[in-house]
Nanobody, 122 residues
Framework: QVHLVESGGGLVQAGGSLRLSCAAS????????MGWFRQAPGKEREFVLG????????YYPDSVKGQFTISRDNAKNTVYLQMNSLKPEDTAVYYC???????????????WGQGTQVTVSS
């Protein structure tokens, strides 16, 4: 069992940056692939970034390439999402997730945080 808690969301102006954190409970954090998803009002949950168990490999869609980065600190049981050059269309609830399979769909993740709201004003 893994309990995930996101933090760091808030209101930011377009062009600004935010760093989200996701703290995990339990001693097996390093055994999970971690991912970030987001869901805007009226839209489906969307994959943002994923990171391997060791943190050496990351994967992401072209839509966030060069704008968002993911990292993890297994000693702190925490995964991070650095978001730069934010746009109003990045407004969404951001979720972190943990799973054994990972990938770009929610099927690969078993545990989910409650989400943190990110709002980008124009």
């Amino acid at each position: 069992q893994v309990h995930l808690v996101e933090s760091g969301g808030g209101l930011v102006q377009a062009g600004g940056s935010l760093r989200l954190s996701c703290a995990a409970s339990g001693r097996t954090f390093s055994s999970y692939i971690m991912g970030w998803f987001r869901q805007a009002p009226g839209k489906e949950r969307e994959f943002v970034l994923g990171i391997s168990r060791s943190g050496r490999s990351t994967y992401y869609p072209d839509s966030v390439k060069g704008q968002f980065t993911i990292s993890r600190d297994n000693a702190k049981n925490t995964v991070y999402l650095q978001m730069n050059s934010l746009k109003p269309e990045d407004t969404a609830v951001y979720y972190c997730a943990a799973g054994s399979t990972g990938g770009s769909t929610y099927h690969g993740y078993t545990y989910w945080g409650q989400g943190t709201q990110v709002t980008v004003s124009s």
